[in-house]
């Protein structure tokens, strides 16, 4: 059974909508929801050569086609087993371990106030870990529908993280040191780095060290390290 929210969207799912990602059950009394662009500029949109979704920032919001670097589909996260070196240390590999943080949770129920509480802290979270490769990584959760290629990173579940978008951060590389850095495309309910209170810049590279924690939905962080 579908559910719709107040954007319009048909949602698989009852509690958040997994199309843009707001409570499915907001009061509307709380004020209206900001809209979606789909323009920029005094001219036509660009539209993405892939599906023509118009462009809003760097990557579609449909597909996850980045409009700066051309080419085709890039490489996927090669998965690797083990809990990993000290993060904050070593000269080889980057790697990134997904995980439930109940410290973030706790502050974005703090931040965000009661009816964040709807969604709870999960009792079992499978820990992940990657090593990072490739033009790009990208974070975020499938579509139920369509034929849209899942993120490098799904955090579809279980558990879901209602809180994370189709497409909710995309780690790039840095060719000059090496190194990694962490670009929001403009997801819902933002990208925060380090526990800080406030996001990241959307559409904005933020560059990353060797124990550095990256923050999205309501409880996943994603803790980068290098071997």
Do not use: K, Q
Not at 124 to 151: F, N, Q, W
Not at 198 to 212: E, W
């Amino acid at each position: 059974m579908s559910a719709t929210c107040r954007r319009g969207h048909s949602s698989e799912t009852a509690d958040f909508c997994d199309e843009c990602g707001i409570p499915i059950g907001d009061d509307p009394a709380s004020g209206p929801v900001e809209e979606l662009p789909e323009t920029g500029g005094d001219g036509p949109a660009e539209r993405c050569p892939v599906c023509g979704t118009p462009r809003t920032g760097r990557f579609c919001e449909e597909d996850g086609h980045d409009f700066v670097v051309p080419g085709g589909t890039p490489a996927p996260a090669a998965p690797a087993v083990g809990t990993g070196p000290d993060p904050a240390s070593g000269t080889g590999a980057w790697r990134v371990t997904v995980e439930a943080d109940r410290r973030y949770y706790e502050s974005v129920v703090a931040r965000e106030g009661p009816d964040i509480a709807a969604v709870t802290f999960p009792n079992y979270y499978p820990r992940t870990e990657l090593e990072l490769a490739g033009a790009e990584v990208r974070i975020g959760r499938r579509r139920v529908h369509g034929s849209t290629p899942p993120p490098h990173i799904d955090l579809a579940g279980p558990p879901l993280d209602p809180g994370v978008s189709h497409l909710h951060a995309v780690l790039l590389p840095r060719p000059e040191d090496g190194g990694w850095s962490v670009l929001d495309p403009g997801s819902t309910n933002g990208t925060t780095v380090n526990y800080a209170d406030d996001p990241i810049a959307l559409d904005t590279v933020v560059p990353l060290r060797a124990g550095d924690r990256v923050h999205v939905g309501a409880f996943t962080t994603l803790l980068i390290s290098r071997d």
